[in-house]
């Protein structure tokens, strides 16, 4: 099987802008989290998808919003960007259950200027 | 909620020497426990998990943690290191009772040299 994709790979933006990332997860798989990873904080988890609903959120303000469509592909945007988000941005995917592994994609990293 | 700490910043070995990365967690509710390696430039791969049964467990490329209770430890060993091994490690948690979130520690570089 394919792994998780995640598009694009590297973005530079603006302060002030708007971003949005995608994630294309393992075939059959339903769940799709993000994760955002910076020197200061480490991996922190922004929020979960499953079946196009979203069952569990981070800390994060409501700038960072996501959403997962009908074949499980995920997208999260980041409106008006500050320069702390700069970041790589990991998605990963499961079946969903607790007990399963999360499938991580090679990421996003996004940086502001 | 809960937490995980990883006491080592940056652990340097030499090749073929025995290593131990810690982690430590706190949690009020039963938790599945993780080790996760990042190559650079790479995402998360999965190296071992815990969620049941025997408290020792073991990846394919010869790591193995243990699971302890009572000192709320889930640290990483290895006999014997290569410098392939060299990476970022993440011990991680995610709460038995509900779905899919992790909570990961700060991550150990594991420097290997020959």
């Known amino acids: 099987k394919a792994g998780v994709t995640q598009t694009p790979r590297y973005l530079i933006k603006t302060r002030g802008q708007q971003v949005t990332l995608s994630c294309s997860p393992i075939?059959?798989?339903?769940?799709v989290s993000w994760y955002q990873q910076t020197p200061g904080q480490g991996l922190q988890f922004l929020f979960e998808?499953?079946?196009?609903?979203?069952?569990n959120k981070g800390n994060f303000p409501g700038r960072f919003s996501g959403r997962q469509f009908s074949n499980s592909r995920s997208e999260m945007n980041v409106s008006t960007l500050e320069l702390g988000d700069s970041a790589l941005y990991l998605c990963?995917?499961?079946?969903?259950?607790?007990?399963?592994?999360?499938?991580f994609g090679p990421g996003t990293r996004l940086l502001v200027l | 909620a809960q937490s995980v700490t990883q006491l080592d910043s940056q652990v340097p070995v030499f090749e073929e020497a025995p290593v131990e990365l810690r982690c430590n967690y706190s949690?009020?509710?039963?938790?599945?426990l993780f080790w996760y390696v990042q190559y650079p430039n790479q995402g998360l791969q999965l190296l071992l998990k815990?969620?049941?049964?025997?408290?020792l467990v073991e990846s394919i490329n010869g790591f193995e943690a243990e699971f302890n209770k009572s000192q709320t430890s889930f640290h990483l060993r290895k006999p014997s290191v290569h410098i392939s091994d060299t990476a970022e490690y993440f011990c991680?948690?995610?709460?038995?009772?509900?779905?899919?979130?992790?909570?990961f520690g700060t991550g150990t570089r594991l420097l290997v040299s020959p």
């Open positions: 815990y969620l049941s049964g025997s408290t």
């Open positions: 990963a995917s499961s079946d969903g259950l607790a007990t399963e592994t999360q499938y």
């Open positions: 949690s009020s509710v039963s938790v599945y």
């Open positions: 991680a948690v995610s709460d038995s009772t509900g779905f899919q979130k992790l909570v």
């Open positions: 998808y499953f079946s196009e609903t979203q069952r």
């Open positions: 075939s059959g798989h339903r769940s």
